[in-house]
C-alpha cells in the first residue's frame, strides 16, 4: 500500500540542523510530488511548500526561505527537509504529504494532498 | 490568521448530524477544490473529503462535502464517539500561490 515513513523524533539545541527524512512505498515515487507541513504545538497545519519528485526542484512558501531545505534522493525513494539555525519556534511536528494524481475539472487540473506520513516531533530547547 | 476561516468548536451527541463550514474568498475556494482532512488525537492528518465532496475508499458515508461559491462545508451525520478530532478544510490560493488551511474545527462528541 501506498505509503510515506519518516524519521523519528529529534532533539536539538538552538542553533543546530536536523534532516528529517521521509521514504515513499508503494508507488513510484518519481511521478507525484511531495509536500512539507509543519504543525506546532497546539496550532494548525502551515505548508511549508513542495518540491517536485520529477525535477528536485523546490518550492518554498513564504517564511520557509533561507534556513529550510528540501531535497531528494530518488534512489531510495526519499525526501528530505534539513532545518539549519534551529530556533525554539521551530518546535512542531513536520509532516511529508504527497501530491494527489490530478482531478481535472472543467478542463483544469487540481491536486491535493492524499497520503500523509505519520510526522517527525522536532523539539528545539537548550 | 488563517486565509479559510472555520468555527473553532462544534459538538453533538451521538446519532447527530453536526456541520463544519469553511469561509474563503475568490482566489481560493473560489476557484479551486476543497479538501477536508480529519486529525484524530495525537495522529496525522487524514483525508476525509477531495475535489469538494469526494470521499477516498474507506470513508464513511456518513462524511459529506459541499461548495458553494467561496464556501464549502463538511457535514456528519450518526455521530460516533470516534468522530471526535480536529477538522481542517484546505485549497490551493491563486493570489498567494500556497496551499492554505483553516485554523481547524475541534469536533466533540459529547
Known amino acids: 500500500q501506498v505509503q510515506l515513513v519518516q524519521s523519528g523524533s529529534e532533539l536539538k539545541k538552538p542553533g543546530a540542523s536536523v534532516k528529517i527524512s521521509c521514504k515513499a512505498s508503494g508507488y513510484t515515487f518519481t511521478v507525484y510530488g511531495l509536500n512539507w507541513v509543519r504543525q506546532a504545538p497546539g496550532q494548525g497545519l502551515e505548508w511549508m511548500g513542495w518540491?517536485?519528485?520529477?525535477?528536485?526542484?523546490?518550492t518554498y512558501a513564504q517564511g520557509f526561505t533561507g534556513r529550510f531545505v528540501f531535497s531528494l534522493d530518488t534512489s531510495v525513494s526519499t525526501a528530505y527537509l534539513q532545518i539549519s539555525g534551529l530556533k525554539p519556534e521551530d518546535t512542531a511536528i513536520y509532516y511529508c504529504?504527497?501530491?494527489?494524481?490530478?482531478?481535472?475539472?472543467?478542463?483544469?487540473?487540481?491536486?491535493?494532498?492524499?497520503?500523509w506520513g505519520k510526522g517527525t516531533t522536532v523539539t528545539v530547547s537548550s | 490568521q488563517s486565509v479559510l476561516t472555520q468555527s473553532p468548536s462544534a459538538s453533538g451527541t451521538p446519532g447527530q448530524s453536526v456541520t463544519i463550514s469553511c469561509s474563503g474568498g475568490?482566489?481560493?475556494?473560489?476557484?479551486?477544490?476543497v479538501t477536508w482532512y480529519q486529525q484524530l488525537p495525537g495522529t496525522a492528518p487524514k483525508l476525509l473529503i477531495y475535489n469538494n465532496n469526494q470521499r477516498p475508499s474507506g470513508v464513511p458515508d456518513r462524511f459529506s462535502g459541499s461548495k458553494s461559491g467561496a464556501s464549502a462545508s463538511l457535514a456528519i451525520s450518526g455521530l460516533q464517539s470516534e468522530d471526535e478530532a480536529d477538522y481542517y478544510c484546505a485549497t490551493w490560493d491563486d493570489s498567494l500561490n500556497v496551499w492554505v488551511f483553516g485554523a481547524g474545527t475541534k469536533l466533540t462528541v459529547l
Open positions: 475568490k482566489s481560493n475556494i473560489g476557484r479551486n477544490i
Open positions: 504529504a504527497r501530491d494527489s494524481p490530478g482531478v481535472v475539472v472543467t478542463g483544469k487540473t487540481f491536486y491535493y494532498m492524499d497520503v
Open positions: 518540491i517536485s519528485t520529477s525535477t528536485g526542484i523546490p
